[in-house]
């Protein structure tokens, strides 16, 4: 499911022009910050766009204020060493396509701790694309500051702007188990047990907690998913995809007026209906991810009847109280999960999904009710 624009909602002013000879980029809209470029093939450092040519001073604890003090950790690689890591960006080597880019293996010179070659993850967006660029810019400066056991690593960026197009690239870790959607939704894996179920879960949790709580800054994900959720060697899940996140409101407002994006069937009813973004944003689309992680269906099916189609829908015919309240769960699981733990797990969720924001647990209760259903193991 890719990510939109919502017509609802307060209307952004538009950049008038991204990655040209004089181009703007407004990554937050309560800021202003010039990204400007030339017509050389030299490498545009993204430190430099923001701390070079910030139009207004960010405030002491701002996401570009704390990337001028820790982003300088990232690797700048040049656009040839990507090429050649990704045989010219062979198709034998891609790992996935998204609306702004596509996402390739590549393998580094450089070696790792075995003395091999180190595999990464190079996301190459589209050269053309305004919004794509912008979601670079914003990947770079937030995953330049945050550090998390549960966030994806950035290794570092490519920007090059020339006379043959403007190319702005991403290299991750490399995240071999690919996303926790592969492995719901697609037979062609096996099946999650439940205790790797709750695991992945609760990890990406404690995530978000620290996107909401553990930073100077409070920062809203915003695309909460399960295809957001990467899954390493050891199946620990890493969050993924930055690039709709936001900083969160700061001293006494309440929320940020934004323009309204992310994924169908994922956002806020609330959010998208005001445009007010607030952290109960991602506690809302934590909710939808649950609801799917019990049933292994999607937030959204065409192809199942009419009555079943929107997840959200159905499982209210079969609330956790119900005594038949197993048949909203995953037929894979084969009944191998303790019942009364599936059912706190789903009174959870609706807690998140409750229509009012602020009665909405935050993500820091979220973990600990997590915790307390891992430890329920009694069949029944």
């Known amino acids: 499911m890719g990510c939109f624009n919502f017509k609802k909602g307060p209307k952004s002013k538009p950049n008038k022009s991204v990655a ?11 800021k202003t910050y ?3 470029s030339n017509n050389s093939s030299n490498s545009v450092k993204p430190d430099q766009s923001i701390t070079k040519s910030v139009t207004s001073t960010p405030p002491r604890y701002s996401i570009p204020n704390l990337y ?14 990507l090429r050649a890591a990704t045989n010219d960006f062979n198709r034998a080597l891609k790992l996935g396509e998204g609306g702004f880019g596509t996402v390739f293996k590549g393998f580094l010179k450089c070696r790792d701790s075995n ?5 990464v993850a190079v996301k190459r967006l589209k050269q053309k694309s305004l919004q794509g660029h912008k979601q670079w810019l914003a990947e770079v400066l937030f995953l330049g500051v945050v550090e998390h056991t549960n966030l994806v690593k950035l290794v570092g ?4 702007d020339g006379e043959k197009g403007n190319q702005r690239l991403l290299v991750y870790e490399f995240m071999p188990n690919k996303t926790l959607e592969d492995h719901l939704f697609s037979r062609a894996y096996p099946p999650l047990s439940w205790d790797l179920r709750l695991q992945i879960i609760l990890g990406s949790a404690e995530g978000l907690v620290y996107l909401h709580e553990g930073l100077e800054v409070q920062i809203i994900f915003r695309d909460f998913k399960a295809s957001n959720i990467l899954l390493d060697k050891e199946f620990k899940p890493k969050l993924s995809d930055f690039g709709l996140a936001r900083e969160g ?8 007026s934004t323009a309204v ?7 806020a009813p609330d959010y998208i209906q005001t445009g007010h973004l607030t952290i109960k944003s991602d506690v809302w689309s934590f909710g939808v991810v649950l609801y799917e992680l019990l049933t292994g269906r999607r937030s959204l099916e065409q192809n199942r009847p009419r009555a079943e189609q929107k997840l ?3 499982v209210k015919q079969y609330p956790p109280e119900a005594t038949n309240f197993s048949v909203i769960m995953d037929p894979r699981l084969r009944n191998q999960y303790p019942l009364k733990a599936a059912r706190e797990i789903a009174r959870l969720a609706d807690r998140c999904l409750v229509k009012d924001p602020k009665q909405r647990p935050g993500m820091t209760e979220v973990v600990r009710v997590l915790k307390e259903a891992m430890q329920i193991k009694v069949k029944g």
Not at 20 to 30: E, G, H, T, W, Y
Not at 249 to 256: D, I, L, Y
Not at 261 to 267: D, I
């Open 312 to 314: 959200l829908n159905w």
């Open 115 to 119: 003395g091999e070659r180190l595999v």
């Open 249 to 256: 409101p700061t001293a006494s407002k309440t929320h940020v």
């Open 68 to 81: 001028e003090q820790r982003g300088q950790k990232l690797r700048v690689f040049d656009f040839e060493e």
């Open 34 to 36: 010039t990204e400007k």
């Open 20 to 30: 040209s000879k004089k181009s703007s980029n407004k990554p937050f809209q309560s």
């Open 261 to 267: 994006v992310g994924t169908h069937g994922y956002a």
């Open 157 to 160: 960026y490519c920007s090059v």
